[in-house]
Structures are given as structure tokens and as C-alpha cells.
């Protein structure tokens, strides 16, 4: 069983910035790819960006180009989502998900494994 803990959220001014963790248990983090997701209230789950599993391959959700980053640590068993010049429409529960086996994707139905969330709120 693989366990997803998101770390980080919080409360923060429009125009700032904050950096999500998400820690996986087990000893096969390396060998799938991550992805993020949020979901603002009252709207579906959306995709945010997405890993592979060597970290040398990214993909972002044109709301989040150019602001977002995702990176990870695999000799932490970690995925980090760095959030720069955040908007109040950020705002959102955020999970970080185990990607099935295989390359980067945008779907939900492509992961397996979600962690529990964290909130983000940003305010104007």
C-alpha cells in the first residue's frame, strides 16, 4: 500500500508564493511518474502538473504555466509543487497523486494513489 502526505499549504497574500511537499511511502517512488491536482470549491478536480519519474520531463496546466513548478527528490521519496505569483483563483485543496505505469498524463482515471489534501488560500 503506498501512502501520499501533502505538507505545506496555507494561507497567503495575492502575489505570493508557497512550496508543497508530498511524501510517498514505499520503496518504488522512482519508478512512476507524480502529478498535482486541486480542487476549488464548488468546481471539479483539475490537473495542475505532472512528472515523470526522473524528474527531466514536466507538464503544466496553462493556468499554472510560468508561475508553478514541480520537481522532485526521489532519494527522499518526495514531489515538490513551488507556487509563485499565486492568485486568489489558486485557491484550493491540493493533492498529489501516483501516476500509473507509463508517461505523463492530465487524467484523474490515470492515477492511482492520492494523498489527502492540503489547502492553499489566497487572498486579494
Known amino acids: 500500500q503506498v501512502q501520499l502526505v501533502e505538507s505545506g499549504g496555507g494561507l497567503v497574500q495575492a502575489g505570493g508564493s508557497l512550496r508543497l511537499s508530498c511524501a510517498a511511502s514505499?520503496?518504488?517512488?522512482?519508478?512512476?511518474?507524480m502529478g498535482w491536482f486541486r480542487q476549488a470549491p464548488g468546481k471539479e478536480r483539475e490537473f495542475v502538473a505532472a512528472i515523470n519519474r526522473s524528474g527531466g520531463s514536466t507538464y503544466y496546466a496553462d493556468s499554472v504555466k510560468g508561475r508553478f513548478t514541480i520537481s522532485r527528490v526521489n532519494a527522499k521519496n518526495t514531489v515538490y509543487l513551488q507556487m509563485n505569483s499565486l492568485k486568489p483563483e489558486d485557491t484550493a485543496i491540493y493533492y498529489c497523486?501516483?501516476?500509473?505505469?507509463?508517461?505523463?498524463?492530465?487524467?484523474?482515471?490515470?492515477?492511482?494513489?492520492w494523498g489527502q489534501g492540503t489547502q492553499v488560500t489566497v487572498s486579494s
Open positions: 497523486a501516483r501516476k500509473l505505469l507509463g508517461g505523463l498524463a492530465t487524467g484523474e482515471h490515470e492515477y492511482d494513489y
Open positions: 514505499g520503496r518504488t517512488f522512482s519508478s512512476y511518474a
